[in-house]
C-alpha cells in the first residue's frame, strides 16, 4: 500500500525566514511525486512533478527536490502570502487511471 | 477559463435524505475524481472514472455512487446520507495522456454538513 508522511504538521515562519518542508513516501514504483499548495476554502493548486531522485524544481521561492525516500519542499525568504496548506502527493507506477496517494498536508504560516 | 466547477457550494441534510453533487470540466480531460478531506485525514478518493461511461472505486467507496454520463461532467450522489459523510468534496480532472503522471486540476470543492 502506498503512504505518503508529512512533516511537520504545522510551522510558522518569520517573513525572510527560510525554512523546509518533508514529504516521505513509500510507493510500488513511482511515477511522480507532485506538490500542491492549498489556501483555506479552496481546492489544490498543482506546483511541482517530481520524476526521479536527484531531480529538482524551482518556482519563485519554491524549490522541490526528490530522492528515493522523500521530497523537500524548500521556501527561501518566504513572505505572508506564502501562508498555505502544502500537500504532497505519490503516484505509482501500476496504479489505473494516475491515481494519487496524499499526505495530510503542511500548514504554513508566515508572520510579517 | 472556468476549469472544474463543482456545485453545490454549501449544502446542510438531514440524516437518511439523499442528494447529488455536480462537477463540470472544460479542460476536455479523460480522467475524473471524486475526494473528500477531512481533518488529519488528508485527501482519500472515494471514485473516479478514466473516461465517458466508466467509474471505479477508490479507497472509501461506500455510501457513495457516481455517474459519467458525459465526458465533461461527474456526479456525485449520495443515497441515504449520514453524518460520518460530513465533509468537504474535492472533485479533480486530468489528461490521460503521457502514461499518467499529468496533474490534477481541483475545484474548490462542495461543503457538506449531514446533521
Known amino acids: 500500500e502506498d503512504q505518503v508522511t508529512q512533516s511537520p504538521e504545522a510551522l510558522r515562519l518569520q517573513e525572510g525566514e527560510s525554512s523546509s518542508l518533508n514529504c516521505s513516501y513509500t510507493v510500488s514504483g513511482l511515477r511522480g511525486l507532485f506538490w500542491y499548495r492549498q489556501d483555506p476554502g479552496k481546492g489544490p493548486e498543482f506546483l511541482f512533478t517530481l520524476y526521479s531522485a536527484g531531480e529538482e524544481k524551482e518556482k519563485e521561492r519554491l524549490k522541490a527536490t526528490l530522492t528515493k525516500k522523500e521530497s523537500f519542499l524548500h521556501i527561501t525568504a518566504p513572505k505572508p502570502e506564502d501562508s498555505a496548506t502544502y500537500l504532497c502527493a505519490v503516484q505509482a507506477r501500476e496504479t489505473s487511471g494516475s491515481r494519487l496517494t496524499f499526505g495530510e498536508g503542511t500548514q504554513l504560516t508566515v508572520n510579517p | 477559463n472556468a476549469g472544474v466547477t463543482q456545485t453545490p457550494k454549501f449544502r446542510v441534510l438531514k440524516t437518511g435524505q439523499s442528494m447529488t453533487l455536480l462537477c463540470a470540466q472544460d479542460?476536455?480531460?479523460?480522467?475524473m475524481y471524486w475526494y473528500r478531506q477531512d481533518p488529519g485525514m488528508g485527501l482519500r478518493l472515494i471514485h473516479y472514472?478514466?473516461?465517458?461511461?466508466?467509474?471505479a472505486k477508490g479507497e472509501v467507496p461506500d455510501g457513495y455512487n457516481v455517474s459519467r454520463l458525459k465526458k465533461q461532467n461527474f456526479l456525485l450522489g449520495l443515497e441515504s446520507a449520514a453524518p460520518s459523510q460530513t465533509s468537504v468534496y474535492f472533485c479533480a480532472s486530468s489528461y490521460s495522456r503521457g502514461g499518467g503522471n499529468q496533474p490534477q486540476h481541483f475545484g474548490d470543492g462542495t461543503r457538506l454538513s449531514i446533521l
Open positions: 472514472s478514466v473516461g465517458e461511461g466508466t467509474t
Open positions: 479542460m476536455n480531460h479523460e480522467y
